[in-house]
């Protein structure tokens, strides 16, 4: 059985984590078809927005603590970079929609989202340190969305938290009632379709490399992107839709 189901619905891919015996650990296993399957999904024109959910009672449990224990070479593996490092360069806006529990490198599953809705009550928590070890690759996601003082209280006490208590801290977007996922969800959905494709890649862009450039380099750069976005076929569109008053011909 695949443990990676998907769903393809108008340019929606949603993907779902379907191995709930195993809390939907990161296995070797389940982490190599993940990846196969989000590069097929980056690299398919169809796929306009990619929804990531879980089937059972949890969104992610972390590493697979059996196999990581067992030291053996897995027969499918795939470097982790692979996984958490591709959603800032992929050009598709990728939504988490997270309806269970969620610990560990589920967090940073989580906090690599573009966008993220939890339920409200699903239990969160850096629970790294209380099987001695650390919160160390998902903190290069997690760190940039907390305020330092937060984040140590959450990394170094390994405490749990509620989703609610995740998107305060800036972890997630939202936290719902779970009657109210669904709908909170497809209102992403439907306001990323309403964007241009090139233009929501653009801005994912622009989303990682502004923070990182002095002000002079970020001027420099953003101007030059200007330039070109407001020359495509793309901006042709989409300014001519306006004028028009009609919809622009990305939106189905």
Not at 177 to 204: C, F, I, M, R, W
Not at 211 to 223: K, L, N, Q, R, Y
Request: charged letters at 25%; proline letters at 6%.
């Amino acid at each position: 059985m695949s443990l990676i189901e998907t769903e393809m619905n108008t340019g929606v891919l949603t993907v779902t984590l379907n191995d709930p015996e195993n809390r939907n650990t990161l296995s070797s296993e389940l982490t190599f078809e993940l990846v196969e399957t989000l590069d097929a999904a980056d690299n398919d024109p169809e796929v306009r927005v990619i929804v990531l959910t879980n089937a059972g009672k949890v969104f992610c449990a972390g590493a697979d603590l059996s196999q990581r224990s067992k030291g053996t070479k897995p027969s499918k593996s795939v470097n982790p970079l692979d996984l958490f490092g591709r959603f800032r360069k992929s050009p598709k806006p990728y939504i988490g929609k997270i309806s269970g529990h969620c610990v560990a490198g589920g967090m940073g599953l989580a906090a690599a989202m573009d966008l993220s809705v939890a339920i409200e009550d699903a239990k969160f928590g850096f629970t790294e340190v209380r099987i001695g070890v650390a919160p160390a690759m998902i903190s290069v996601l997690c760190l940039p969305k907390m305020r330092p003082a937060e984040a140590a209280e959450a990394m170094l006490l390994g405490n749990r938290m509620t989703g609610a208590d995740a998107a305060r801290l800036g972890l997630v977007n939202q936290a719902v009632p779970a009657e109210k996922l669904d709908s909170a969800v497809q209102k992403y959905v439907d306001d990323l379709l309403a964007g241009g494709p090139n233009a929501l890649a653009a801005t994912k862009q622009l989303l990682v490399h502004v923070p990182e450039m002095d002000i002079d380099s970020a001027f420099e750069w953003t101007s030059k992107l200007s330039a070109d976005l407001f020359q495509g076929d793309e901006a042709k569109e989409g300014m001519e839709a306006f004028l028009n008053k009609r919809p622009p011909n990305w939106i189905k």
